[in-house]
């Protein structure tokens, strides 16, 4: 397999060179160097890739839903098509499963079969009609009509923790292609190979379907180099983004200092509050701690929705939960991390706990010795809430199979602890409907504070679907009023415009009178697939 | 009417203080100095107005699409009620004629009530649901509903060219406040009697509706210094601006640079471009010549959608076109300008194009003397394409009664001048359906450009209603995803909120099985007001 992989960047429908800086696959399990080598892209080929970009625009932003679904669907299909060797390359470039490659797989062909439908449909372009009315006084009224349309092209930065469903062809690149704007990928350079594999399928479905050279691009890069003259180049118009706190605050940062300061969607941080009422614990002590134990370790607890904090009750119950769950946590096998700086990285945070004078730890395998090989065990902490609230280093995420127990003695201590968390993507609450009632003075302060609040089940596992919500207020996310998962992700990379007494003829086709596609439009303020019959002019 | 005004902050239900700096109005067509006298909000002050905002957050934002409307409506029904001395105070402090204040003040009272009308219906939240799925395989499938939810504090800086329908009770508060958002102006130096007046009018409505104390505060500042402040406060959440690039650049900077960035809605400069096309010119000489005067010196050409740039083709009939156009405008009278920085702004950029050696400039009127008096004269313009595409400074705007041609010579120089533009609010093509049909690719290039496209017609007189975008592409606004106008805005001010496998009885109502507000939802993909049935849990 090895040798169908050239190491160069993809620009368009041609290659980079192979020349510069190089990077190179690393299997974390074995400490093995993968080949081939991986040649960072050229200013020159960035910027080749941007212009090829913003040519493919022209035409690529004005498909129809119909075009862009046979597109997104070839891509689901030629990923598919790759079989076996996509799923040896990747389990060898992040230590995953294979069973977690192949769900992976199917959650990314999903998401673009997902999308494919969503702009087949057509809907989605939120389209708008306010018919004329030339006899209105004291102003006759104009016929003002508007639909959401494509930026330009969109920077997608693959993320090292899901080599597939956010990365070349993740749900950034889906949601970007589907509102129909050209896609510049950044590889990871922790899955370079599983990059160029699935690179290489979206390069053939676009060619299969004919479309304009420069529609996909996917560039390698050795440092951050690469990736911020992405950022910095003047026909980039968006970006999209997951990784760490430090990586998206320097892409925000660059993308706000631009002479044309340009979006950055960017998903960084969460620890993920779960809060276990009394009687739930009392009730369900055993199934809580094992669903907690398998989120918090899933995937070698290298999730962006895992739950690195856990908010309960000093008493007899939470004791004998904290005991359970701290004895699940020690016999834990090892797990394999993704590369050494997300393994030496997880190390140091949990070394720094346990040193802390204020922190209690639950014994643990975990180890330095460990972690020089890229593998890890799951480690427990427990603080009282007064600790808490005045170490603000405790809110900080530890990217790794651990978590942090808060115990609380009183319900003012409990809201104290949620009004002082910071934005995360979701918060968790185990509780009976009783203990819910009772708690809206809770759920109002985490509403402020997430994306999506999770009623006696666990963060991880994010559903793809419409009305997901995989975002959340700063810093989980630079723009809390988004989110990178489902379908409204497609409202990222597209702006509403507006077109006034416009001939019917030269309006977009979900525009024109007769609502050729048939799709759901707002006329006159009210939702109808009907056409538009009372028109003036 | 003086004797009503305070002169200070109004900060929820109490008052500033009458110390520190301080400002005045001024009436621009009398050089007259306008009392009371003004005082800036104290950095306690401030902060105060934040402090309630914030805890009235936790109500108001809780509050029913029915309760919201009463209050918006009761905002607009106090603006009516103040009547004639309203009025009077508009016009001192900005030299608009009575007509116009009227009219703006419609205008603000109907973009009051189309939100109220708006959030009453409730349809806005974009309430998605799809519905478990417990034997789904391999993994049962959650209930997941997601709603817009209001973000926080919103901070808004009111605009000195539009006394009413872009300041006080004006478009960014009435979006933020239908939202659920609490508000707190930063009123324009340019009229602070006219804020308090319409400022007075919210806090009476807020009282009589029994808001909380903090819904809304409004704050006075003599320089830069009180909005700087407002805008990285760390309670207030997003932030509405209508003004010059400088400010909106200055705002946007500081928000990017807090601890936790914030969005800021910027609207700032525009020249909206208007393409006039040889048949149109031919057959619709002077009527069009009249129109553009109109549009050009309406309001004394301080609108953001002001045409400042008039492409057409060199020949016989654009000839005789700018020459119809050059002695309306020669013999325009003068008009009175909002302020002096605006008149002295306007005058020392006509005086530049003026020296200019590659301008042609039109006869004209306008002199400094003029300025010093707040009186300004229309001024016209002249360049050839290669000169406009050469010369950077003719990009920009020119904020007055004023207007720049540029001839082209070809296809080829007029689409280079459309691809040359940044982004605007608007472009205009004068043509016939056939000139339209032949020129699509104008259209496609200023689809990238602007967020609204009007065809014969003027850019000025922006249409309140639900299609509408006011808004396009950086340095138009700050972020060209959204609009300023029509019942869009209220995205700008929230942001999705889920709730994952949630009791029904604890959902909001908006997402419960029953759908008791008889909203349209998403469910399971599908637009429907019914009710859901097929719940799992």
């Avoid at 960084?268 to 669903?291: H, Q, T």
Wanted: with cysteine; aromatic share 6%; net charge neutral.
């Amino acid at each position: 397999m090895a040798s169908e992989l050239e190491g160069t960047s993809i620009i368009g429908y041609s290659r980079g060179v192979a020349r510069g800086e190089k990077l190179q696959g690393y299997n974390p399990a074995t400490g093995e160097k993968l080949g081939p080598l991986y040649y960072s892209a050229s200013d020159e080929k960035i910027n080749h890739a941007a212009k090829l970009a913003e040519k493919a625009f022209e035409s690529y932003s004005r498909m129809s839903g119909r075009e862009k679904g046979i597109f997104l669907r070839r891509i689901a299909a030629n990923i598919e098509g790759i079989g076996e060797p996509l799923v040896i390359r990747a389990v060898q470039e992040t230590g995953l499963a294979p069973a977690r490659i192949q769900s992976e797989t199917g959650r990314t062909c999903h998401q673009l079969r997902m999308f494919a439908e969503l702009v087949e449909e057509g809907s989605w372009v939120d389209a708008r009609i306010d018919v004329a009315d030339p006899n209105r006084k004291p102003a006759s009224k104009p016929d003002v009509r508007s639909m959401y349309r494509p930026i330009g092209p969109v920077a997608v930065f693959c993320a090292s923790n899901f080599p597939l469903a956010f990365s070349v062809a993740g749900g950034d690149t889906a949601s970007a292609l589907a509102a129909g704007n050209p896609v510049i990928i950044n590889a990871h350079y922790s899955h370079p190979g599983t990059a160029e594999l699935v690179g290489t399928a979206i390069r053939e479905a676009a060619l299969s379907c004919s479309l304009p050279d420069g529609v996909f691009s996917l560039l390698y890069g050795a440092g951050y180099g690469v990736g911020q003259k992405l950022v910095r180049h003047p026909l980039v118009k968006a970006v999209g983004f997951t990784g760490s706190r430090r990586g998206g605050l320097a892409l925000m940062q660059i993308a706000a200092s631009r002479p044309e300061p340009i979006p950055v969607f960017a998903e960084m941080s969460s620890i993920n509050p779960v809060f276990i009422l009394p009687r739930a614990i009392k009730d369900r002590c055993d199934e809580i701690a094992a669903g907690l134990y398998g989120s918090v370790t899933l995937g070698a607890g290298q999730f962006c929705t895992n739950p690195g904090l856990v908010v309960l009750k000093e008493d007899e119950e939470s004791r004998k939960f904290s005991s359970k769950l701290g004895d699940m946590m020690k016999q834990s096998g090892t797990f394999t991390m993704l590369n050494p700086g997300i393994s030496l990285a997880y190390s140091r945070a949990v070394a720094e706990r346990e040193k802390s004078a204020y922190v209690r730890t639950f014994p643990h395998q975990h180890s330095e010795v460990l972690a020089e090989r890229c593998q890890a065990s799951a480690a427990l902490f427990h603080v009282d809430a007064r600790t808490f609230l005045t170490h603000p280093d405790l809110n900080e995420e530890v990217f790794g199979p651990s978590t942090l127990l808060v115990t609380h003695t009183s319900r003012e201590e409990l809201l104290e602890i949620a009004r002082h968390l910071e934005g995360h993507l979701t918060a968790t609450i185990h509780g009976t409907e009783d203990e819910i009632r009772e708690h809206r003075d809770l759920i109002a302060i985490l509403e402020k504070k997430v994306g999506r609040i999770v009623y006696n089940g666990f963060p991880t596992g994010v559903e793809v679907c419409h009305a997901i919500v995989h975002g959340g207020p700063f810093p989980a996310t630079s723009d809390g009023r988004s989110t990178s998962v489902g379908t409204g992700a497609i409202y990222r990379f597209a702006r509403p415009v507006c077109y006034q007494n416009f001939p019917n003829s030269e309006l977009p086709d979900e525009l024109k009178n007769e609502n050729p596609r048939g799709i759901s439009r707002l006329v006159d303020g009210m939702l109808t697939r009907d056409s538009v019959v009372n028109r003036h002019q």
